[in-house]
């Protein structure tokens, strides 16, 4: 078993790896792009990371667009020398229009995992300071992704202390100079274009992988490689367009045709053309979709998909429109037109995001399509004198708020709005629904980088044709007419308070299938009885639903029958008298495949309860991964999740269960592929050998009291990964130097 430390590589495919650090995102990359040309580029520039002056210094990748910056930066980012070099990583993506507040963000959000509700309380200066006190006196990596100027650097360089430690700052850009104008010391490394064999190679690796490239291939394929000016980003593109047939010569001899007077006098965005128009009129829509997103931003998937679904932009066939979505996404990952970037425990793809070239493509199409239209702040702040009309039917605006209101936009046909504004800034229910009366055929309403500093706006309930609404503020109740909404399908709620009261009237909303609340969900029961009218039969996901210890609780999970991922925290009730209480019957739920669950009191009666009187979580048979915060149970408990037949992933966090000591006892935990455990207290833990037969990953993190991962995990075929963070020096030692510790060394490395 080879056994690495701060690495954990992908289970749905290997060439995908990411870097897991206990909720925060990180960025992956494809190995094939590792293993052709880039290989001596990433050893030098790990040798300028982490060897040399101890002092901050700024490593430069420098090159032309396309020429593999971000790939070859995020390999050594990666890298299991620099996660063990370096206490703290950070990545963010600078572009040529940033915002100082974006980039703290997205560097603080890494370091200390701290989330946008909490961050839209703070000013700029507030988010610096705390940034500069998280990273004081660690040795840290930051990650400056394609920056253009030293604007950037300026705005954030205060936060990012010289403690003479080794930290380091890792600029990707197009300008060879700029490292050596920011004042520190600094290397440069310059990228240059694959050569003509290399170009080759990495197009052969491209489409058929390990298997090897037929001969009959190679003189139409040599010509098209050499047609890519050595670029990675259009071999990977052409790539992914001669993979659809890639055993069908025909094909080959129809994509070098059609391509080969273009490229060879345009170059990349030429084979971009070529990729495009090759693609089916459903993939071409969703790629168009990138085009309302920032250059370089990290894009949640789920959320993604679900508004391709709301826009209308695929077709049911003879599959849910779910399932139509996530083949669409995948076919454009393996097109090269997207990239993952993150992945989860069970290897499906979290976030992504598109190449800077594609994204400029993706816009210029877009618009010449007239399929959406991008208006950026320049072009609302110029149109005081009378209000914006917009002839298209998706808009997505980016402007500060008041400019926009002083705008005054608005089409009675737009059917899609997506506002991105200044998450610190805040509106009032009067000024808001000017907006929301322009407005009345909306099927997307996106307002979540909008802060609403006000009551739930009841206007946005005569925008009866919604499909998809998000939206954030200090909002701690939503109205009951919301069940007007009758056509809406994804509700999200970003709220600032501790927690959201819905009314019963979501019982109504019968089109309704994923619900997403920041904080906790308080579902009033209201006077409705529990009958066939009073459950939502096709809300399929749920976050963050409140439940507490009460018998009657139930009454709510009956609510939600075709529940499959839930999100809920378990709270102590008001009123709780330590009479006819139960853990939820969660069982109920015959469809729930993951459960995330976490726990919210402060009476010290009702922790009692949990560490003393608990007899059973009630779970369902068909549960695949379950997430535990903060329960503060007895280890006892954890045998009867060890039972679940079908769990495949269990992850364990922040005291879910405070004990010195875990004992697996036999046949526990049979088809369990991934096990995360951290925060706890546990010194002494023993393995069954008859216990966690299919494991393939493990990951254990801040368990500074625990003496030795149990020995019988070298003899589990499957494991191919333990990976460690924060635990005793013990510990590590043993991994480290398998054949010093009995039970790591049979299988070798």
């Known amino acids: 078993m080879k056994i690495k430390q701060n690495q954990i590589s992908s289970t749905r495919n290997p060439s995908i790896q990411k870097s897991y650090s206990f909720g925060r995102p990180r960025a992956s990359i494809s190995s094939t792009d590792e293993v052709v040309g880039l290989v001596e580029d990433a050893k030098a520039v790990l040798d300028k990371l982490t060897r040399g002056s101890m002092k901050l210094n700024i490593v430069s990748i420098a090159g032309m667009p396309g020429v593999g910056k971000t790939t070859l930066a995020m390999k050594v980012y990666n890298d299991p020398s620099v996660q063990c070099y370096f206490i703290k990583r950070a990545w963010c993506y600078v572009s040529q229009v940033y915002r100082r507040r974006d980039l703290l963000f997205d560097i603080l959000r890494s370091v200390i995992g701290i989330d946008q509700v909490e961050i839209s309380k703070k000013d700029d200066d507030e988010i610096a300071n705390q940034l500069r006190q998280s990273l004081k006196g660690q040795k840290y990596i930051i990650v400056m992704d394609d920056i253009w100027n030293l604007g950037a650097w300026d705005a954030v360089k205060y936060s990012l202390p010289d403690d003479s430690n080794g930290s380091r700052i890792l600029f990707t850009s197009r300008n060879h100079k700029l490292a050596e104008m920011s004042g520190l010391p600094f290397h440069v490394h310059p990228l240059n274009e694959l050569s003509n064999d290399k170009s080759w190679d990495l197009l052969q690796k491209k489409v058929f992988h390990s298997d090897g490239c037929p001969s009959k291939f190679s003189n139409i394929g040599e010509k098209m490689a050499r047609n890519c000016k050595g670029l990675p980003l259009a071999i990977a593109v052409v790539a992914g367009l001669l993979e659809i047939k890639k055993n069908d010569i025909h094909w080959w001899k129809q994509i070098e045709k059609n391509s080969n007077s273009r490229i060879s006098t345009e170059g990349c965005m030429a084979i971009l053309e ?292 839930l999100r809920c925290v378990f709270t102590e009730s008001e009123n709780y008298t330590g009479k006819g209480i139960q853990f939820p019957l969660l069982a109920l739920l015959k469809d729930l495949e993951s459960l995330k669950m976490s726990t919210y009191g402060s009476g010290q009666l009702f922790y009692s309860w949990m560490r003393v009187q608990f007899q059973g979580f009630n779970l369902p048979s068909t549960l695949k991964k379950l997430t535990l915060h903060k329960f503060g149970l007895p280890w006892r408990a954890v045998s009867e999740l060890g039972k679940l037949p079908c769990l495949e992933v269990l992850k364990l966090r922040e005291q879910a269960f405070p004990g010195q000591r875990w004992e697996v006892d036999d046949e526990q935990f049979l088809n369990l592929k991934f096990l995360e455990l951290s925060s706890s207290e546990i010194e002494e833990w023993n393995v069954s050998a008859e216990s966690f037969t299919c494991l393939q990953q493990l990951v254990v993190g801040d368990f500074s009291r625990l003496k030795e991962i149990p020995s019988i995990f070298g003899q589990i075929s499957t494991l191919t990964i333990i990976r460690l963070h924060g635990c005793s020096n013990q510990v590590e030692f043993c991994l480290a130097n398998p054949q010093r510790s009995t039970g790591y060394g049979k299988r070798g490395t």
């Open 274 to 565: 070529l990729s495009y128009n090759y693609l089916p009129d459903t993939l071409k829509a969703c790629f168009l979709y990138f085009a309302a997103y920032r250059q370089g931003e990290v894009i949640a998937v789920r959320k993604l998909m679900l508004l391709w679904i709301a826009e209308g932009l695929l077709q049911p066939e003879k599959r849910s429109l779910e399932a139509v979505a996530k083949e669409s996404f995948l076919e454009l990952i393996d097109r090269s037109l997207v990239i993952a970037t993150s992945r989860s425990s069970k290897g499906g793809i979290k976030a992504c995001r598109v190449h800077d070239l594609l994204h400029y493509f993706c816009r210029e199409k877009a618009k010449e399509e007239s399929f959406l239209h991008v208006v950026e702040r320049t072009e609302v702040s110029q149109c005081f004198s009378s209000p914006i009309r917009f002839d298209q039917y998706r808009l997505c605006l980016y402007s500060e708020w008041e400019t926009l209101i002083k705008s005054k936009p608005s089409n009675p046909n737009v059917s899609s709005l997506m506002l991105f504004a200044d998450t610190k800034e805040s509106t009032h229910n009067s000024v808001a629904s000017q907006i929301f009366q322009s407005f009345k055929l909306l099927k997307v309403l996106n307002l979540e980088s909008i802060n609403l500093d006000c009551p739930f706006p009841e206007e946005i309930v005569l925008i009866v044709h919604l499909r998809y609404l998000a939206i954030r503020g200090n909002i701690m109740t939503v109205p009951s007419c919301i069940s007007n909404l009758w056509n809406l399908e994804t509700f999200v709620l970003q709220g600032s308070y501790d927690f959201v009261q819905l009314p019963d009237t979501i019982c109504k909303m019968k089109s309704l299938k994923h619900v997403f609340v920041s904080e906790r969900a308080v579902v009033s029961l209201g006077d409705m009885e529990l009958e066939e009218s009073s459950q939502l039969n096709n809300v399929e996901t749920f976050s963050s639903l409140s439940v507490d210890q009460r018998a009657d609780s139930w009454m709510l999970l009956r609510r939600f029958p075709k529940l499959r991922k």
